[in-house]
């Protein structure tokens, strides 16, 4: 069988813990070209994983490698500009959420990937989980009625990635998060963008609709970027939404995800952190699963091989697509409109 030619642009702490060991120990795919800034890095990167081609220059790594995929896992900034490049040369792509940094971008990238026929996978490693899985199915089954009213909450031990701080889990690996990329509020820092992307690219996985306005108010750290985040959304379905999120979970805990779905017909709670799915419908009935050990334990593995299998044209159901990350960042772009204006925002 044919292995996926792939590209990975960006090569930072998150690429070099995660995709790249994943996609050299991948047998469908080949690790063929690696485009990231800084001469140093870029050889330290390519001699770690014998990376044939490495180039600070992304657009003349798109026109000189053969490729099928391209994982991006830049800056925040750089997503869009990167993305529409690799797609515009009929490439899949991998993006790192979030997805883009405001809401005509996503639009655009969501446009290009029907008009090219490519596929567009964000690695919500949340989405592609067991329990995600059986709350799906749940909610597929019209066990909840018509849905009206959500609560997501998300908390992680975050809150020294987003001051600018070294952080300690980090220290000692290959290379070490940047705080430009996390800490500055011009470059799309802060919880928001960086973690509580992954919570509502959660809550879109399970409510098909789009948002319609978004108030919020945000907790602030000296950069400028915020460290927490509350939300209220109403969608186009009429469905409301309360969101919770903090980078002020204490580093020895558990991280926090916690959606919960109220229908006409149950309600559903799916905690990550107890690893629990539950329905209970008003006609009495209770269903649950028994999940396996460390279910709600976060982990990007599955994302990366669905990634390559969208490459060599094998991928099913797509739980991270395009649509879920620009629901995603319509909500995002509106929250941080909203923190600054004081007043609902529309999509």
Same mark, same amino acid.
């Given at each position: 069988?044919? $292995? ?6 960006g090569? %930072?702490?998150? /690429? ?8 050299? /120990?991948?047998?469908?795919a ?8 800084g001469?140093?890095?870029?050889? $330290? ?5 014998s ?16 490729l099928? %995929? ?54 919500? %490693?949340?989405?592609?989980s ?16 018509e849905?009206?009213?959500?609560? !997501? ?7 020294? !990635?987003f ?6 889990? /980090? ?15 011009q ?33 602030? /750290? ?11 959304i109403?969608?186009r ?9 903090s ?10 995800l ?18 629990r ?15 396996? $050990?460390?279910? %709600?334990?976060?982990?990007?593995? $599955? ?13 099913g ?31």
């Amino acid at each position: 069988m044919k $292995k996926a030619k792939i590209a990975v642009v960006g090569a %930072g702490w998150w /690429a070099v813990e995660n995709h790249l060991p994943l996609l050299k /120990a991948n047998p469908d795919a080949e690790v063929v070209a690696v485009c990231t800034v800084g001469a140093e890095n870029l050889t $330290k990167v390519q001699h770690a994983f014998s990376i044939p081609y490495g180039t600070e220059n992304y657009g003349e790594m798109l026109s000189n490698v053969a490729l099928d %995929g391209v994982v991006i896992s830049s800056p925040h900034v750089c997503h869009f500009d990167q993305a529409r490049a690799a797609m515009t040369m009929n490439r899949h792509v991998m993006v790192e959420k979030p997805f883009t940094t405001n809401a005509a971008e996503a639009r655009e990238l969501t446009r290009l990937e029907h008009e090219h026929a490519v596929s567009i996978v964000i690695p919500y %490693g949340y989405n592609f989980s067991e329990l995600a899985d059986a709350a799906t199915e749940y909610v597929r089954q019209g066990l909840l009625g018509e849905i009206q009213h959500g609560v !997501l909450h998300m908390a992680s031990a975050t809150a020294s !990635l987003f001051r600018g701080e070294r952080v300690a889990w /980090a220290r000692g690996s290959l290379v070490e998060p940047s705080p430009s990329t996390w800490a500055d509020p011009q470059k799309a820092g802060g919880f928001g963008w960086g973690q509580l992307s992954h919570a509502l690219g959660l809550l879109f996985l399970l409510v098909d609709s789009q948002a319609e306005s978004v108030f919020s108010y945000t907790v602030k /750290a000296a950069s400028g970027v915020d460290l927490s985040d509350a939300a209220s959304i109403r969608l186009r379905s009429g469905v409301t939404v309360a969101v919770s999120g903090s980078s002020a979970l204490a580093p020895h805990a558990k991280a926090q995800l916690d959606l919960r779905l109220f229908g006409t017909a149950g309600h559903l709670s799916l905690d990550f952190e107890r690893e629990r799915v539950e329905v209970h419908t008003h006609a009495g009935k209770t269903l649950r699963i028994e999940p396996a $050990k460390d279910a %709600g334990v976060y982990t990007c593995k $599955k994302p990366v091989g669905f990634f390559v299998d969208a490459c060599i044209g094998r991928a099913g159901r797509n739980p991270a697509s395009g649509i879920i990350g620009l629901r995603s960042i319509e909500v995002l772009d509106a929250m941080y409109r909203s923190a600054e204006s004081g007043r609902p925002e529309a999509v």
